[in-house]
């Protein structure tokens, strides 16, 4: 059996089109299941849909206040980096909020240990405090200023457990990554803030209620990301507890499921797509982006070095021709 990453960089490089083959490449995926496993299967059904189209947006719209909950740095801009830029130029009030300093880590803590272009320290707080810079620079890069962000602080890859079992103040989520169990952030939003369900939503309506948005986004509740999930499921909350002027849209948009996008890489010239199998669970609309916004979300991605490190093909397969968004009222 061919070793999987060579496979799938074989199948990387075959970037076409495949809607008039999309019935073979189905068949193709069942076949391929029993040798290469659901991974390869789902990767190929992927390319029979890299030509579907989906209603357009034409966001922002007159008065829009664009407020983003991101679970880590360099998920806003994987997701939303165009749409960002676009409300930069068009002096749209946008505010980015992270859940989680993304101390949660351990692969990127390995692969700069061996990265010869990072001198340390490697310790995943410190890890964290240069996430935060990268996510300001990243900012920068799509036209926003610093007061545009908003650190929570909340610990990385604990957000699911916190959302399921609550915790509270006297009896708090440890994490396993920082041994915290308070937010270690004096930048963030609630510095020393417990780690325990309450923290994350009082954090969140206290942000939303400030900024009165018109129109709130987040990674979605079939995000294959732990952290991902609980967002979706701690943000719909905040939603129906905040006091809000008008209620705003919510939107999803996606960052992990499996082996996408497809192709890896940096290809700006092509669309994105979402995966095959869930062309059909959500009203995908497309956010299609200029040259301008193509290029200022790569250098955004760019500022992300820590991730870049270690997934630079993955982080560089968002940058395309359009921006994916679903309503999240249909979940
Ligand atoms: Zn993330």
């Not at 391929?32 to 922002?60: M, Q, T």
């Not at 340390?120 to 890069?141: C, T």
């Not at 036209?143 to 103040?169: A, H, K, Q």
């Amino acid at each position: 059996m061919p070793p999987i990453p060579f496979l799938r960089r074989k199948l990387d490089k075959l970037c076409v089109p495949v809607s008039p083959l999309s019935r073979f490449s189905s068949a193709a995926a069942r076949a391929f299941v029993p040798f290469y496993g659901p991974a390869i299967a789902r990767h190929i059904a992927n390319f029979s849909v890299l030509d579907a189209h989906f209603s357009p947006l034409s966001w922002p719209r007159p008065n829009e206040r664009v407020w983003i909950l991101s679970p880590h740095p360099d998920d806003e801009s994987l997701g939303c980096g165009g749409l960002l830029a676009r409300c930069a130029v068009a002096n749209v009030p946008a505010k980015i909020v992270f859940l989680t300093g993304g101390d949660g880590t351990r692969t990127t803590q390995f692969v700069l240990r061996v990265n010869p272009r990072f001198s340390g320290p490697y310790d995943l707080l410190s890890i964290a405090h240069e996430r935060q810079i990268e996510a300001k620079n990243a900012a920068r890069e799509l036209g926003l200023r610093e007061e545009t962000i908003e650190f929570l602080g909340f610990p990385d890859g604990g957000m699911e457990t916190m959302w399921e079992t609550g915790f509270s103040p006297r009896d708090p989520y440890i994490s396993p990554f920082t041994a915290k169990m308070r937010v270690p952030y004096e930048n963030a939003r609630t510095p020393h803030a417990p780690f325990c369900r309450q923290s994350v939503l009082d954090a969140l309506v206290a942000s939303l209620e400030e900024f009165q948005p018109t129109l709130v986004l987040t990674t979605p509740a079939f995000d294959t990301h732990r952290d991902h999930v609980a967002s979706f499921q701690f943000l719909k909350c905040a939603l129906a507890c905040a006091e809000l002027e008008h209620k705003p849209d919510f939107w999803i948009y996606l960052i992990h499921h499996g082996i996408w996008p497809v192709p890896n890489g940096l290809h700006p010239e092509k669309r994105l797509v979402p995966p095959a199998h869930l062309l059909r669970d959500a009203a995908w609309h497309s956010l299609e982006l200029s040259d301008d916004e193509i290029e200022a979300k790569r250098r955004a991605l760019a500022c992300h070095a820590t991730q870049m490190a270690s997934t630079c093909r993955y982080l560089n397969a968002f940058v395309r021709q359009n921006e994916l968004f679903a309503p999240a009222s249909e979940f």
